[in-house]
Each structure stands twice: as C-alpha cells, then as structure tokens.
C-alpha cells in the first residue's frame, strides 16, 4: 500500500478488504484512470492452498467482468522460484508475483 498510493494519488484509489455483494472478502481493488484491477495476496502454505487462492481470484475476476487479475504470493522457503509468471485458466489471465 506505501508502495501503490503515491502512484495512484489523484488518478484513483484502493480499496484494502472491500466486501463483494455476497459477503466475501478481497485483498485488495485499485481503480486508475478508469481501469479495475483486483490482486490476491497470499503466504505460501503448499499447492492445495495455492490453487484455492487462485480459484478465488477467477471468482472475484467472475464478479467483476474482468478478464485479468493479479496474485502476490509471499514463499518464505529457501529453494522458492521467485519470479512473474502468466497463468491462462479458461478465458481469465492471472499474473502470479512469487516474493
């Protein structure tokens, strides 16, 4: 959020857990010049984990009719593959950060 703020100042906003219609929770929502994105943040916990955040982030994405989203995940193992990675699930395109 230090990060992202002085970027979007008077552009657009964030919105730190907002709260969809039905109740659910999202990490965080930034609006800039018109555009929506929505990034899940995740602590690395093992693949089963993993996948039940990505597939929260598609139904987020599902939500808001948006054909993008992003994922930070934070591995703090020690042999982790950091790095930006694009991930096709169905017609949605999400942007993992390993950290």
Known sequence: MLFLKPIINGAGSCYVESETRNRERMELV????????????????GNAYHERGEQQLLAYLEYFHLRKGYMLSFNFNQKKEIGVKEILLGDKLLIEAVV
């Open 30 to 45: 930034i609006d800039y010049h018109g555009e929506q994105s929505v990034v899940k943040m995740k602590i690395w916990r």
